[in-house]
């Protein structure tokens, strides 16, 4: 699955980063933000029964889903104002093309 228990995950695509009244909302990531989390182990969510019925042909069929996920402890958020020196966006940015007329 996922990472063992124990180890150390980097996650950077961040969406959204809130310290106190400060929110800073990313379009669609924020660039240079990272989150560092401990793997704290695997597990199941609980099952989820799908029933299909069509009246009248007697059709039936029942199915059952558990999702798997793994469960993490955040340690730190590293936000871009805490990386000095480095540009905020990691975001490409597209050239605007210019279209000439055959005049």
Do not use: C, W
Not at 76 to 84: D, H, L, Q, R, S
């Amino acid at each position: 699955m996922g990472a063992a228990e124990g180890d150390t995950v980097e996650l950077d695509r961040v969406l959204l980063v809130a310290n106190g009244d400060k929110v800073t909302v990313g379009a669609p990531t924020i660039g240079m933000a990272k989150v560092i989390a401990t793997s704290k182990g695997d597990g199941k969510a609980k099952k989820i029964i799908v029933f299909k019925n069509k009246s009248k042909v007697r059709y039936r069929k029942k199915t059952g889903h558990r999702q798997l996920y793994t469960r993490l402890s955040i340690n730190e958020i590293i936000t871009p104002e805490a990386i000095e020196g480095e540009p905020k966006s990691n975001v490409p940015r597209r050239k605007k093309e210019v279209i000439q007329s055959g005049t």
